[in-house]
């Protein structure tokens, strides 16, 4: 059974800080992973997505590496801003879609 | 193009009652999947449909039923609501012959049982 774990839980930086989110999965037989976003009390926001194929995905200020030997995947985030203060999500594709628990970021201005 | 949309926003419900939620999926995309996200908890995988059919199911119990149409929107629908059925319900769009290479979310229907 495919188990996700994101840490840290929480995670508070200030304003500017480079940061990484870790994820880790148990069964290295994955489609994809994928990252997201997630506003209190709202939906899911895609961030990256990685094929199984590809090592990592950048856009902008984010970058996603994705190591499936050994089962991991981090989330960089550079130069922090308040605005990126959400809970990121990690979720790995067997065949459907298992999510960690998040981890809840709090930029600090 | 209209992502994922999700009806009603927010809803409140008396325990045994019976819900309706309704998920119309992203232009092109014919797979539609629920996820339950109590609070402070990652999305949980309820059932997937394709083909009018569902698919594959998670650790739900019969409560939780669901149907796709023809245009291939969805219908969650859950009976006898318990307290703990209290979360957010996600749904999920993909497109099956490209082998789920990206899923586009729902805002979520916001379910409170009191």
């Known amino acids: 059974k495919q188990e996700v774990t994101q840490i840290p839980a929480a995670l508070s930086v200030p304003e500017g800080e480079n940061l990484v989110l870790n994820c880790s999965f148990t069964d290295s037989a994955i489609y994809n992973l994928q990252w997201f976003r997630q506003d209190p009390g709202k939906g899911l926001t895609s961030l990256l997505l990685?094929?199984?194929?590809?090592r990592e995905q950048t856009s902008g200020r984010l970058n996603a590496s994705l190591d499936k030997s050994s089962g991991r995947s981090t989330l960089y985030i550079a130069a922090s801003q308040p605005g990126d203060s959400a809970t990121y999500l990690c979720?790995?594709?067997?065949?459907?879609?298992?999510f960690g628990k998040g981890t809840r970021l709090h930029i600090l201005p | 193009d209209a992502g994922v949309t999700q009806s009603p926003t927010h809803l409140i419900k008396t325990r045994g009652q019976q819900v309706t939620l309704r998920c119309s999926p992203k232009?092109?995309?014919?797979?539609v999947s629920w996820y339950q996200q109590a609070l402070g908890q990652g999305p949980q995988f309820i059932f997937q449909?394709?083909?009018?059919?569902?698919?594959q199911r998670g650790n739900f119990p019969d409560r939780f039923s669901g149907h796709q149409f023809p245009n291939y929107s969805s219908e969650l629908n859950v009976n006898a609501l318990l307290l703990g059925d209290s979360a957010l319900y996600l749904c999920?769009?993909?497109?099956?012959?490209?082998?789920?290479?990206?899923?586009?979310f729902g805002s979520g229907t916001r379910l409170t049982v009191v």
């Open positions: 999920a769009s993909s497109q099956r012959d490209r082998g789920h290479r990206g899923y586009t």
């Open positions: 232009s092109g995309h014919d797979t």
């Open positions: 990685i094929q199984s194929s590809q």
């Open positions: 449909y394709y083909e009018e059919e569902e698919r």
């Open positions: 979720a790995v594709y067997d065949d459907k879609i298992i």
